[in-house]
Structure formats: C-alpha cells, structure tokens
T-cell receptor, first 114, second 116 residues
Framework: DADVTQTPRNRITKTGKRIMLECSQT?????MYWYRQDPGLGLRLIYY???????NKGEISDGYSVSRQAQAKFSLSLESAIPNQTALYFC?????????????FGPGTRLTVL | GENVEQHPSTLSVQEGDSAVIKCTYS??????FPWYKQELGKRPQLIID?????GEKKDQRIAVTLNKTAKHFSLHITETQPEDSAVYFC???????????????FGQGTILTVHP
C-alpha cells in the first residue's frame, strides 16, 4: 500500500544539537506538510511544499527549516534544538487538485530535547 | 489567517449515547471542513469532511453539519462505542489547486472517552 513514512520514530537529543527529521511517501502526492502536535494545541503547521521548487512557511516556522529533496522526500531540520521544541512531529501529504483535499499523515516522530 | 476554535476539550459519554463536538472558524473564504480521528499512539486519519455547498453529510453513525452564516460546524456521533474513544480534530481550509490553497488550520482537539 502507498504510504507516508517518517524516520526516526523517536529521538532524544540535547539543547543546541542539530536534528533532522525525514519524511518519505510512495503516494505520488505533490503536496507535503510538516506539523507539530502539542497537548491542547492541536496540530500546527510548520512548513509546507506544493512541489520540489516550492517551500512555504506555516504558522510556527521560527527555529525550523525544511528541504524538499524530491517529490517523495521532505525533511525538517532543527538547527539548534531547544527544550520547547519537544513535541510530536507529523509529516503529511496531499494530492494536487481542486477536489481532493484529504491529507495523509505519517506515523509521527516523538522528539525530546533535554 | 484562519483561526479555528474547538469545544469541548474533553468529552465523556456512556456507551450508546450521542457525542457532539463543535468548531467555529474565522475566514469566510474557507470552504472545506474535515474531521480527523487520532487514536492513542496513532496518526490522525480523516473520518468525514464537508464542503461549503452542503449543509449536512452523514456516514453511518457519524454526521457533520455546517452553518456558513454563523461560521460553525459540528461533528455528531450517535450510538457511541468504546472504539470511538480518541482525539478528534476539526479543520478548515480553502480547497483548490493554487498555492494559496490546501492549507489546513486545525482546532485544538477534543478527547472523547466512551465508557462501557
């Protein structure tokens, strides 16, 4: 089955370290998204990309950067991790089009910054 | 930008009862309203969605209603079962193919617990 995968699934790191979270998809979707989930705050959009040459900031992009290496790969980096970036991170994909709007989520990466 | 408020934050019901979760949105241009269910330790998954040209949509025990004038929409679950226990998220978006479309703004989530 076509799917969205994320690596690593869990990561513990220290303040100041550089971290990269990776997302891959076999759905053939053009659009990819990175969200963070915190209790009581829902899912908040960090960055999104509508194709390889298109990168857009979401509502909470400060402290994060992204790279769209290929249609199927979208990576999220924390250049210098801080404790309040401890959260559950989800990647999602969506097909391009006027009527298809379901987003398909990866399994999530639980990141802890000490 | 869009702002979505979701209530209640927690909801506890007895098996067989109905559950209702409500959301309001701020952007009158939003025209696509999905609901996602996230079971414990799992990824969010779409359970139902509604577009602005429809007032109500049903799928077995779940239904969603939309009031565009008041800018609110609701999820209704009837005959709840323990397996309905999960976190539910509403969201709003402008549907379409351009680069300004396709972003979901999520509500804060509702933890639904169904007691046997």
């Amino acid at each position: 089955d076509a799917d969205v995968t994320q690596t690593p699934r869990n990561r513990i790191t220290k303040t100041g370290k550089r971290i990269m979270l990776e997302c891959s998809q076999t759905k053939g979707h053009d659009r990819m998204y990175w969200y963070r989930q915190d209790p009581g705050l829902g899912l908040r959009l960090i960055y999104y990309s509508f194709d390889v040459k298109d990168i857009n900031k979401g509502e909470i992009s400060d402290g994060y950067s992204v790279s769209r290496q290929a249609q199927a790969k979208f990576s999220l980096s924390l250049e210098s991790a801080i404790p309040n970036q401890t959260a559950l991170y989800f990647c999602a994909t969506m097909a391009q089009g006027l009527t298809v709007n379901e987003q398909f989520f990866g399994p999530g990466t639980r990141l802890t910054v000490l | 930008g869009e702002n979505v408020e979701q209530h209640p934050s927690t909801l506890s019901v007895q098996e067989g009862d109905s559950a209702v979760i409500k959301c309001t949105y701020s952007d009158s241009a939003s025209n696509y309203f999905p609901w996602y269910k996230q079971e414990l330790g799992k990824r969010p998954q779409l359970i139902i969605d509604i577009r602005s040209n429809v007032g109500e949509k049903k799928d077995q025990r779940i239904a969603v209603t939309l009031n565009k004038t008041a800018k609110h929409f609701s999820l209704h679950i009837t005959e709840t079962q323990p397996e309905d226990s999960a976190v539910y998220f509403c969201a709003a978006s402008r549907a379409g193919g351009g680069t300004s479309y396709g972003k979901l703004t999520f509500g804060q989530g509702t933890i639904l617990t169904v007691h046997p």
